[in-house]
T-cell receptor, first 113, second 111 residues
Framework: DARVTQTPRHKVTEMGQEVTMRCQPI?????VFWYRQTMMQGLELLAY????????DSGMPKDRFSAEMPDATLATLKIQPSEPRDSAVYFC???????????FGDGTRLSIL | GQNIDQPTEMTATEGAIVQINCTYQ??????LFWYQQHAGEAPTFLSY????GLEEKGRFSSFLSRSKGYSYLLLKELQMKDSASYLC????????????FGDGTTLTVKP
């Protein structure tokens, strides 16, 4: 079965460091989502791309977070500088546009010390 | 806003039936998804409802009432492996293809 692939699976780093998370969406999917999940906030949408174009990044702190899709096979989420409150699980999901289910990657478990 | 409400936690017994409710704002509603998320894992798609009524898929069924802004996920013949979080997600026609997720209902199945 086709899967969304995220790297790294785990990341521990000190505050102030740059963090880059990568996602390979399922081939053929034209929408990509980045979510953050914590116990307190649930699943929050950070950014959303369709056909590689950013459609919505209103949920993302602009001063430190950035999301890009340099090509159809790669989406990136960067945090610079990182802070302890960024500790969470970050999920990437992909799908087809329209009312279609999203397919989630296994997530990146990020800990900022 | 587009608040989506689900109970935080539920407990049920192995072999029993459990119903997990979800309410949402009806303005601009397109469709409703249910996802299952086991602890430490990614959410996986369970069902999608766009029309009123019950959609059955094995032990799991999902119901929708568009006019009432209400859905439920029905799990029959509960198994221990059904212990997970169940996420209700709604797509609105103002949201350009994205879904708004509820906070999830953590279901614990006991022997």
């Amino acid at each position: 079965d086709a899967r969304v692939t995220q790297t790294p699976r785990h990341k521990v780093t000190e505050m102030g460091q740059e963090v880059t998370m990568r996602c390979q969406p399922i081939l053929g999917h034209n929408t990509v989502f980045w979510y953050r999940q914590t116990m307190m906030q649930g699943l929050e949408l950070l950014a959303y791309f369709r056909n590689r174009a950013p459609l919505d990044d209103s949920g993302m702190p602009k001063d430190r977070f950035s999301a890009e899709m340099p090509d159809a096979t790669l989406a990136t989420l960067k945090i610079q500088p990182s802070e302890p409150r960024d500790s969470a699980v970050y999920f990437c999901a992909s799908g087809f546009s329209g009312d279609q289910p999203q397919h989630f990657g296994d997530g990146t478990r990020l800990s900022i010390l | 806003g587009q608040n989506i409400d689900q109970p935080t936690e539920m407990t049920a017994t192995e072999g029993a039936i459990v119903q997990i409710n979800c309410t949402y704002q009806t303005s601009g509603f397109n469709g409703l998804f249910w996802y299952q998320q086991h602890a430490g894992e990614a959410p996986t798609f369970l069902s999608y409802n766009v029309l009123d009524g019950l959609e059955e898929k094995g032990r799991f069924s999902s119901f929708l009432s568009r006019s009432k802004g209400y859905s439920y996920l029905l799990l029959k013949e509960l198994q221990m492996k059904d212990s997970a979080s169940y996420l209700c997600a709604v797509s609105y026609n103002t949201n350009a293809g994205k879904s708004t997720f509820g906070d999830g209902t953590t279901l614990t199945v006991k022997p």
